[in-house]
């Protein structure tokens, strides 16, 4: 019988850091032309540049080769590019991930090429000196997909160095003034548009009371 590294069945925990490459367009400016509405993408990086990212994973480890788990990844970000019309300068950003994840690996007792897929829902915001915030919400069903390496270190334990492209949309913008109140950012033409992702992360996790 081949003998295994990797348990058949565990527990899975561990982490990524990394870094986040946000782009795409947080919404769509709708403006008037003629008897025509006519839409220009508003990036991403008008309110947020590249930063560290870390992320949490959770889950069970399934027919050795396979895991279904939980997440939560975070990314502190950069100020913007653009002017925006607030007081005070901006000072960065940052946004949130949750969802769920399947991964497939290769060969889990060794090294082998590792597949991810995560499904979940993605918040942002961009912050201002005075306090002020642009909160970006509504991204459900926000996805993304992984590639990488699972490199097999021990029995219960394993680095994956992986890169990530997501894809998602947010459905509410607002504006929260410094003293918590909150107004639509969206225009009376404006819409939702497509924004995405790119992370390159090394993760590494624990297998938990694994069984052969």
Do not use: C
Request: proline fraction near 4%; aromatic fraction near 12%; charge should be negative.
């Amino acid at each position: 019988m081949p003998r295994h590294v990797a348990p058949k069945t565990a527990f899975w925990l561990g982490g990524r850091i990394g870094w986040f490459v946000p782009f795409g367009n947080v919404y769509a400016r709708g403006m008037q032309d003629g008897n025509f509405i006519v839409f220009e993408g508003v990036p991403w990086s008008d309110y947020a540049s590249s930063g560290p990212m870390f992320e949490l994973d959770l889950g069970a480890r399934l027919g050795r080769n396979y895991n279904l788990f939980a997440l939560w990844e975070r990314a502190e970000l950069g100020a913007g590019d653009a002017l925006n019309d607030v007081s005070g300068g901006q000072t960065g950003g940052d946004t949130d991930f949750f969802g769920v994840g399947l991964r497939a690996s290769s060969d889990a007792d060794a090294v082998g090429f590792v597949t991810e897929l995560a499904l979940g829902y993605r918040r942002a915001r961009a912050v201002w000196e005075d306090g002020t915030e642009l909160q970006f919400t509504g991204g459900i069903l926000e996805g993304r997909i992984g590639l990488g390496a699972d490199i097999r270190l021990s029995p219960s334990f394993s680095l994956s160095p992986l890169a990530t492209l997501g894809v998602g949309s947010f459905g509410d913008i607002e504006w929260q003034a410094p003293d918590g109140s909150k107004s639509n950012a969206f225009g009376p033409n404006d819409e939702a548009d497509g924004h995405a992702w790119f992370t390159l992360t090394l993760g590494g996790h624990f297998d938990l009371a694994g069984s052969k």
